[in-house]
């Protein structure tokens, strides 16, 4: 069954090099050969502002350069983050990414007066947040608890309904050899076809 699938490149270095991007490529080659519907969105080719006011936030309307974005997400059943480890969470562009776009309204609504409860709007959509790092992924996960990772799926992503939310890290990636990398962008390919 072919499924709608959004890629979201989290890299805020454009150098085409950039292990990131080729692992994101390689996941949607792998899902367009495989029949699944694939939107992509670059960080690093978008320019918008920082959220500065929860007025904003709250009433505020999402820039313009970010709008297709948004509506990507809305449109996705599938969502993949790619992205670097930047001091132990997401580069600080993704995050403002996420702060413009997860936005009430678009993600998730307010209770109404006496439920207590806010309504996820994005239930229904998976997500697989890809993580490269420098250090070894098992240090990240047994020794800092993946706790940026971790914040990112339950403050984020579970928050708005997105859910399962599955995890790829790929540590010491500054060391790894050619064979190494090509072995990635294998797995990556065949995450693609499945569209998991």
Sequence with gaps: MSRRVLIVVGHPDPAPDRLCRGLAQAYG???EQAGHAVR?????AIEFPMLRTMRDFEHGVIPESLRDAAEAIVWAE???FVFPLWLGTMPAMLKAFLEQVMRPGTAFAYP????GFTR???RGRSARVLVTMGMPSVLYRLWFLGHGIAGMR???LHFVGISPVRETLFGMVAGASDAKRAKWIR???TLGERAL
């Design 29 to 31: 080659e792998g899902a």
């Design 40 to 44: 992509r969105v670059d960080l690093a």
């Design 78 to 80: 599938h969502i993949v």
């Design 112 to 115: 109404d007066k006496g439920s």
């Design 120 to 122: 996820t709007l994005l």
């Design 154 to 156: 339950r403050s984020i």
């Design 187 to 189: 797995q990556m390919r």
